[in-house]
């Protein structure tokens, strides 16, 4: 086809198009009326009945003229183009008035948001019929896209019919009353025009079988930088990283995540002109590990309260100032939106909660456009955009519990002042402000489905976790100018919080920790004393049968005993005599006297063995063979020609005893290397009802297996197949070395595993994390998936 034919054609589908519009305005009236009239047959409260029907009168009497307002704004804009009149009070360009808040005051964010929603709803429904015309028009005018305000578009449609709204006397309460029809309507309208648009141009035999790949084009500039930045790989496909085969998971989603940043990068360095690309990550801060926020306000806190401020510090990636209008507009924003769902007046109701996510979200696609009017440059306008792409991706997560979405829908505004300012955080997936949002999302991951099948106490857990994300976003929303160091400081409070929460406030996991807190407890002592005990017995003159029986028996029995009685008790005290008593017993007696003192002092002191025993949990049987084998010892004793323990070497040892526990190691985490070995050892015996212990399966880890199990993170959630049973758990606790780990189920039932035997685990796909991606990962996975379709969404 010729030039000419082609702007003929697209000429003719544009009036094809407005006619349709024209047209199907006559049944929308009718719709509308009709929905109108059936308000006043529902029955309400006087004072909305009242307000109802002085609704229905004013569209009786205006809505003809609506009608006509809307036809004649659609026939002058398909002659004379459509005007921004929605923004003509916008200075534009930068300068002092730019500073002033009219920007982006309360009736034109309404505004926008009304037309949002309408818009909106009408793309929901007529999405592909859309991109169809878009790309035939597309082809037919020679253009890279429609025109931002081309009449083409649904938000242009939308915005005229609420201009004509308001400006034949109709008000925004009558809108809200009748809104469910009129997005119904619309979206019914818009629909069949793109169709009957699209039909006739496949008669005309333009683009019969649409292929969009073709039509995504790019500017010449954006080329050029293309040639320099490399090949730009499919995003919709899995991430490609170079890594080892046989790697554990966790460096795979490592590397898939430095993937997608890296992808990203090189999209914002082809289509935005100017945008300070990061091509490594930036170091921390020394001391950047544990921030701090001097008058951090607590749960609950008045958020309008003065603020502390921190001290200021280079922020690590920061880039050029950003401009004063663009963060005053999102000063604005995010002020707006904390007066909206999700407030400070209280918690969203699970109810609510879908209702309260539509109106954020209607809000935060209006805030996108009136804060890309307010921006100054290319690069915040696809910083804009990308975030606001992410955040539609959190916000539909339904794995995340709606009334959790609500709260991490006010951290948008928050993240855009960061990302905006710190170029870094679309190079590094370990940005504050990134890991806040990845871990607070892993702990909720799942969480709708352990409250459904779990007790009802589990409410209150979830309260309890709900309130901490509020907490953090309000922290964050309080401390809007200092860059990364908020997230970073209320990332380490909620891991902090974490800990808290599991041993006492989650019901389904408070009984188990504090199981596994005594069994972990319980065999550090053990091991401990046993090293004390044979440092101390180094050089006495023991039996070796009860060397075993000291180091292998009743080291665990002092350790029990002071778990659950203290280390200072009369009970810990009479198992350390008897202790003592069994090595003077067993040491050489070469007098009748002395051994006539063995003989009467026996029994009792078998008993308090046997007693103390039967506390540590063996079986009878086990504690026979151990008396039987001490008997032959000490038979043995009595024959001994080796030397008798000198009285003085006693009281010594004795007092060893008594003060045992201050010569433990003090540095658990440094302790000896023989702690952490015996550590892994056999743990089946401290199985109980409530707590099973994993002693076998699984194939032997690899180091990197066991360092990726070391890493894995409270909170996280897992898909476990143990004993017959393929069944969602929960990370709840992690011992002082990272030895042992303890998983809850959503009913309470805890699964310990030590290091080794969860790394086997891992390795034979028997333990599997719940998200193969983090939150934000994801999110930018698919932001660039949506930007491989349309990259002029950058920019536009």
Same mark, same amino acid.
């Given at each position: 086809m010729?030039a000419?034919?082609? %702007?003929?054609?697209?000429?003719?589908a544009?009036?094809?198009?407005l006619?349709?519009? &024209?047209?199907?305005?006559?049944?929308?009236?009718?719709?509308i009326?009709?929905g109108?009239?059936?308000?006043?047959?529902h029955?309400?409260?006087?004072?909305?009945?009242?307000?109802?029907?002085d609704?229905?009168q004013?569209?009786?009497?205006?809505g003809?003229n609506?009608?006509m307002?809307?036809?004649?704004?659609?026939r002058?804009?398909?002659?004379?183009?459509?005007?921004d009149t929605?923004?003509e009070? +916008?200075?534009?360009t930068?300068?002092p008035?730019s500073?002033?808040m009219s920007? &982006?005051d309360?009736?034109?964010?309404?505004r926008?948001?009304t037309s949002?929603?309408?818009a909106?709803?009408?793309?929901d429904?007529?999405?592909w019929e859309?991109?169809?015309?878009?790309?035939?028009m597309?082809?037919?005018?020679?253009h890279?896209?429609?025109?931002?305000?081309?009449?083409l578009?649904a938000?242009?449609?939308a915005?005229?019919a609420?201009?004509?709204w308001?400006?034949?006397?109709?008000?925004?309460n009558?809108?809200?009353?009748?809104?469910?029809?009129?997005h119904?309507e619309?979206?019914q309208?818009?629909?069949?025009?793109?169709?009957?648009t699209?039909?006739?141009?496949?008669a005309?035999?333009v683009l019969p079988?649409?292929?969009?790949?073709p039509?995504i084009?790019?500017?010449?500039q954006?080329?050029a930088?293309?040639s320099?930045?490399?090949?730009?790989p499919?995003?919709t496909a899995p991430?490609a =990283?170079?890594?080892?085969?046989g790697?554990?998971a966790r460096s795979k989603?490592s590397?898939?995540?430095e993937e997608?940043m890296a992808q990203? %990068?090189?999209v914002?360095a082809r289509h935005v002109?100017?945008?300070p690309?990061?091509?490594?990550?930036?170091p921390?801060r020394?001391?950047?590990?544990?921030?701090?926020?001097?008058?951090?306000?607590?749960?609950?806190?008045?958020m309008?309260?003065?603020r502390?401020?921190?001290?200021?510090?280079?922020?690590p990636?920061?880039?050029a100032?950003?401009?004063?209008?663009?963060m005053?507009?999102?000063r604005?924003? %995010?002020?707006s939106l904390?007066r909206?769902?999700?407030?400070?007046?209280?918690?969203? =109701?699970?109810?609510?909660?879908p209702r309260a996510l +539509?109106e954020?979200?209607?809000r935060?696609?209006a805030?996108?456009?009136?804060?890309?009017q307010a921006?100054?440059?290319?690069a915040?306008?696809?910083?804009?955009?990308?975030v606001a792409m992410?955040f539609?991706?959190?916000?539909t +997560?339904?794995?995340?519990?709606?009334?959790?979405?609500?709260?991490?829908?006010r951290?948008?505004m928050?993240?855009?002042?960061v990302?905006?300012?710190e170029?870094?955080?679309?190079?590094a997936?370990d940005?504050p402000?990134?890991r806040?949002?990845?871990r607070?999302?892993?702990?909720?991951?799942?969480?709708?489905?352990?409250q459904?099948?779990?007790?009802?106490a589990?409410r209150a857990?979830g309260?309890a976790?709900?309130?901490?994300?509020?907490?953090v976003?309000q922290?964050?929303?309080?401390?809007p100018?200092?860059?990364?160091?908020?997230?970073?400081?209320v990332?380490?409070e909620f891991e902090?919080?974490?800990?808290?929460?599991f041993e006492?406030?989650?019901?389904a996991?408070r009984?188990?920790?504090?199981l596994?807190q005594?069994?972990?407890?319980?065999?550090?002592l053990a091991?401990?004393? !046993?090293?004390?005990l044979r440092?101390?017995?180094?050089e006495?003159?023991v039996?070796e049968?009860?060397?075993?029986?000291?180091?292998?028996?009743?080291?665990?029995?002092?350790? &029990?005993?002071?778990?659950r009685?203290g280390?200072q008790?009369?009970t810990?005290?009479?198992?350390?005599?008897?202790?003592?008593?069994?090595?003077?017993s067993?040491?050489?007696k070469?007098?009748r006297?002395?051994?006539?003192?063995v003989?009467?002092?026996?029994?009792p002191?078998?008993? !308090?063995?046997?007693?103390g025993?039967?506390h540590?949990?063996?079986p009878?049987?086990?504690?026979?063979e151990?008396?039987r084998q001490?008997n032959?010892?000490l038979?043995a004793a009595?024959?001994a020609?080796?030397?008798?323990?000198?009285?003085e070497r006693?009281?010594?040892l004795m007092d060893q005893?008594?003060?045992?526990e201050a010569?433990l190691?003090?540095?658990?985490?440094?302790?000896?290397?023989?702690?952490d +070995?015996?550590?892994?050892?056999?743990?089946?015996?401290h199985e109980?009802e409530g707590?099973e212990?994993?002693a076998?399966g699984g194939?032997?880890p690899t180091?990197?297996m066991?360092?990726w199990?070391?890493?894995?993170q409270v909170?996280g959630w897992?898909?476990?197949?143990?004993?017959?049973r393929?069944e969602q &758990?929960q990370?709840?606790?992690?011992?002082?070395?990272?030895?042992?780990?303890?998983?809850?189920?959503?009913k309470?039932?805890g699964?310990l595993?030590?290091?080794n035997r969860?790394?086997?685990f891992?390795?034979?796909g028997l333990l599997?994390?719940?998200q193969?991606e983090?939150l934000?990962?994801?999110?930018?996975?698919k932001a660039?998936?949506k930007l491989d379709?349309?990259p002029?969404?950058?920019?536009k």
């Open positions: 010729t000419a034919r082609n %702007q003929a054609l697209a000429t003719q544009r009036r094809v198009y006619e349709a519009l &024209v047209r199907g305005m006559t049944p929308l009236v009718a719709a009326g009709q109108a009239a059936n308000l006043l047959t029955g309400a409260p006087h004072a909305v009945m009242m307000a109802r029907r609704a229905v004013a569209w009786q009497k205006l003809p609506w009608q307002a809307v036809v004649g704004a659609l002058h804009a398909a002659v004379h183009g459509v005007s929605g923004r009070h +916008e200075p534009t930068p300068g008035s500073l002033k920007l &982006v309360d009736s034109t964010i309404e926008e948001i949002s929603r309408l909106l709803v009408m793309m429904r007529a999405t859309f991109t169809d015309l878009r790309t035939r597309q082809a037919l005018e020679s890279d896209d429609l025109a931002p305000l081309d009449l578009r938000h242009v449609v915005r005229m609420l201009d004509a308001s400006r034949v006397g109709l008000d925004a009558i809108w809200q009353l009748l809104h469910h029809e009129l119904e619309f979206a309208l818009i629909g069949e025009a793109y169709h009957e699209n039909r006739w141009l496949i005309q035999q079988e649409v292929d969009l790949r039509f084009r790019r500017t010449a954006a080329a930088t293309a320099a930045a490399g090949p730009d499919t995003p991430a =990283a170079s890594v080892p085969s790697a554990p989603a590397a898939q995540a997608v990203l %990068q090189r914002l002109p100017g945008f690309v990061t091509t490594r990550q930036v921390a020394p001391g950047a590990g544990k921030p701090s926020l001097a008058g951090a306000p607590p749960a609950g806190a008045d309008g309260a003065p502390p401020a921190l001290a200021d510090a280079p922020l990636g920061a880039g100032a950003s401009s004063p209008r663009l005053g507009a999102i604005h924003a %995010q002020e904390q909206r769902p999700g407030g400070d007046a209280g918690d969203i =109701a699970s109810h609510s909660a +539509e954020i979200g209607a935060n696609q805030f996108k456009q009136v804060l890309k921006a100054g440059t290319p915040e306008r696809a910083t804009i955009e990308i992410m539609q991706s959190i916000l +997560e339904e794995r995340i519990p709606a009334t959790v979405r609500v709260w991490f829908a951290l948008q928050p993240v855009l002042r990302a905006v300012g170029p870094d955080f679309f190079a997936a940005h402000a990134r806040l949002i990845d607070m999302g892993a702990c909720v991951m799942g969480f709708n489905t352990a459904s099948s779990g007790p009802g589990d857990s309260d976790l709900e309130r901490e994300i509020k907490r976003v922290v964050v929303e309080a401390y100018d200092t860059g990364r160091r908020v997230f970073a400081t990332l380490t902090k919080f974490l800990d808290h929460y006492n406030e989650n019901q996991s009984r188990g920790v504090s596994a005594q069994v972990e407890q319980r065999e550090t091991i401990q004393y !046993t090293i004390e440092k101390m017995l180094s006495v003159p039996q049968g009860v060397r075993d029986f000291l180091f292998h028996v009743w080291a665990d029995v002092l350790a &029990v005993t002071a778990v009685a280390a008790s009369d810990t005290r009479v198992m350390k005599r008897a202790a003592a008593d069994l090595i003077w067993a040491s050489a070469s007098s006297e002395e051994r006539a003192d003989i009467r002092r026996l029994p002191l078998l008993k !308090t063995l046997r007693d025993m039967s540590a949990g063996l009878t049987d086990k504690q026979d151990h008396v001490l032959n010892a038979a009595f024959t020609k080796t030397a008798a323990i000198p009285r006693l009281d010594e005893l008594e003060t045992l010569m190691p003090e540095d658990v985490e440094g302790g000896d290397s023989h702690v +070995e015996m550590l892994v050892r056999d743990l089946s015996g109980s707590m212990v994993v076998e194939s032997a180091p990197a066991v360092a199990a070391r890493e894995l909170g897992f898909m476990l197949d143990y004993r017959g393929n &758990v990370l709840a606790w992690r011992g002082l070395r990272k030895q042992l780990a303890l998983f809850v189920t959503p309470g039932r699964v595993f030590s290091l969860m790394a086997a891992l390795q034979a599997l994390p719940a193969d983090a934000t990962v994801l999110a930018t996975r660039l998936a379709a349309d002029e969404q950058l920019l």
